[in-house]
């Protein structure tokens, strides 16, 4: 069966600092991986989707950017974090016939 | 999908109760309409879905209708329990093949 993980699952980090969020997907091969962003009470925006390696559309300028050095491997960074950065990440991977799309367990991430 | 609403933001339902919750969307091509649940602190899964060929979906205490011709799709709860409580999101996918996201409904079950 199919997998995916996420981490770290909290994070507070101070501005300007980087940052590094890892998601994996496991059972699978060739997914579509997604990293959405949800911030508090609101529903969730689609940050950037990968329909293969080094393969990243971003839906949103902003200060991050993500990566996919293997297939089943999905990588949120930044350089600089600001505090509208802080939020709720949540990886994705979808590859069924159906469309549907499965969830990581999510990071929260808070910045000062 | 382009643009979907969701309504109502929060919904307060006593236990047994039924609950509603709709959703409109703007692209004419959007044709996979899912349903998540989005427990405390989890990520969201998928509950039920609909296609844009069928009107009507139902899986035990949970169906959901389709109307194309308005543009719009609801979920229905019946029977409510205390664990349905958490956060619904409807969404729909159009011609770019991506979900596009409703705002969410907080559904609380009182007892």
């Known amino acids: 069966s199919q997998t995916i993980h996420q981490w770290p699952a909290t994070l507070v980090q101070p501005v300007g600092s980087p940052l590094s969020l890892e998601c994996t997907v496991e059972g699978t091969s060739n997914p579509n991986l997604y990293w959405y962003r949800q911030a508090a009470g609101r529903g969730l925006q689609l940050l950037f989707y990968?329909?293969?390696?080094?393969?990243i559309s971003s839906e949103v300028p902003q200060n991050l950017s993500a990566s996919r050095p293997q297939d089943r491997q999905f990588i949120l960074s930044s350089k600089k974090l600001l505090l509208s950065d802080s939020g709720f990440y949540l990886c994705?991977?979808?590859?069924?016939?159906?469309?549907?799309?499965?969830f990581g367990e999510g990071s929260r991430l808070t910045v000062l | 999908g382009e643009n979907v609403e969701q309504h109502p933001s929060t919904l307060s339902v006593q236990e047994g109760d039924s609950a509603v919750i709709k959703c409109t969307y703007s692209d004419s091509a959007s044709n996979y309409f899912p349903w998540y649940k989005q427990e405390l602190g989890k990520g969201p899964q998928l509950i039920i879905d609909?296609?844009?060929?069928?009107g009507e979906k139902k899986d035990q205490r949970i169906a959901v209708t389709l109307n194309k011709t308005a543009k719009h799709f609801s979920l229905h709860i019946t029977e409510t329990q205390p664990e349905d409580s958490a956060v619904y999101f409807c969404a729909d996918t159009g011609t770019a093949s991506k979900l596009t996201f409703g705002t969410g409904t907080r559904l609380q079950v009182t007892l």
């Open positions: 990968s329909v293969g390696i080094g393969q």
């Open positions: 994705a991977w979808s590859g069924g016939a159906t469309g549907e799309l499965f």
């Open positions: 609909i296609r844009s060929n069928v």
